[in-house]
Nanobody, 123 residues
């Protein structure tokens, strides 16, 4: 069982930056692939970025490439999402998720989810 808690969301102007954190409980954080998803009002929850266990390889959705960076610190049981050059269309609730078996962009491959943190980008 893994419990995930996101933090770091807030209100920022377009062009600004935020760093989201996802703190995980338990001693097996390093064995999970991790991901960030987001959900804007009236829209489906969508993939943002993922980081694998082991080699920490990464994957991003096209719209955030070059602006967002996903990382993890296994010693601190924490994953991060550095978001730069934020745009109003990045406004959403951001969720972190853990997958025991897949390094994936698919929601159904993730076993545990946090409660989400709101990111609002004003124009």
């Amino acid at each position: 069982q893994v419990q995930l808690v996101e933090s770091g969301g807030g209100l920022v102007q377009a062009g600004g930056s935020l760093r989201l954190s996802c703190a995980a409980s338990g001693r097996t954080f390093s064995t999970y692939a991790m991901g960030w998803f987001r959900q804007a009002p009236g829209k489906e929850r969508e993939f943002v970025a993922a980081i694998n266990r082991g080699d920490s390889s990464t994957s991003y959705t096209e719209s955030v490439k070059g602006r967002f960076t996903i990382s993890r610190d296994n010693a601190k049981n924490t994953m991060y999402l550095q978001m730069n050059s934020l745009k109003p269309e990045d406004t959403a609730v951001y969720y972190c998720a853990a997958s025991a078996h897949y390094f994936s962009q698919l929601r159904r491959h993730y076993d545990y989810w946090g409660q989400g943190t709101q990111v609002t980008v004003s124009s």
